[in-house]
């Protein structure tokens, strides 16, 4: 289905109403496509064992034959223990969110847009989706993400953590309280 590589993405996008994000220039290069190209030497043609191989190549045939079930069906379900049915309870903490941004950043990853999909988490104040999101789009995302959030967080621990991460020991010394100078 996907011998003819993006273009064969691009023209399965367009058909599914998505519309891919526009493309990086020329000079900007993907770090973790490197970083794999390398390992799978993929570039240098080099042959690998069949055991090897199969973990290796991902065809997709089993997103299409193994689909998810819905929020809704997994919330009736009943599991069956002993012969027992005991419903399933749903969480209590699941917060409702806006379906509108739900969408929007659910295009954004369907399209390869991780960039817009973690700037519209920041923009919702999903600070976790945003880090998950990140990660899955590369280091220098996820570092800028993360460096965000570290700034905007008001909690100590956590200003401790972002001098830490950033090296910044010497302005975490300086703006630390004096009658706490044994935890700095």
């Not at 993929?42 to 991902?58: G, P």
């Not at 045939?61 to 002993?82: G, Y």
């Not at 847009?113 to 988490?121: P, R, S, T």
């Not at 999101?133 to 700034?151: F, V």
Request: with cysteine; glycine share 6%.
């Amino acid at each position: 289905m996907f011998e003819d590589g993006d273009f064969a993405r691009t023209k399965l996008l367009a058909h599914l109403g998505f519309e891919p994000p526009q493309a990086p220039p020329a000079s900007s290069t993907d770090e973790l496509s490197q970083i794999l190209a390398d390992t799978l030497n993929i570039d240098h043609a080099a042959v690998t064992d069949n055991a090897d191989a199969q973990f290796l190549i991902d065809n997709g045939d089993d997103f299409f034959k193994n689909p998810q079930p819905s929020e809704a069906s997994l919330a009736e379900e009943s599991v069956s223990t002993n012969g027992q049915h005991i419903e399933q309870e749903v969480s209590g903490d699941a917060v409702p969110s806006d379906p509108s941004i739900d969408k929007s950043i659910q295009h954004a990853l369907v399209v390869g847009d991780y960039k817009g999909a973690v700037n519209q988490c920041l923009a919702s104040n999903r600070m976790a989706d945003a880090l998950v999101i990140a990660h899955a789009g590369g280091s220098a995302l996820w570092e800028s993400t993360r460096n965000h959030y570290l700034k905007n967080s008001i909690s100590p621990y956590l200003k401790v953590v972002s001098a830490m991460v950033g090296n910044d020991l010497m302005s975490f010394v300086s703006t630390w309280p004096l009658s706490s100078w044994k935890e700095t």
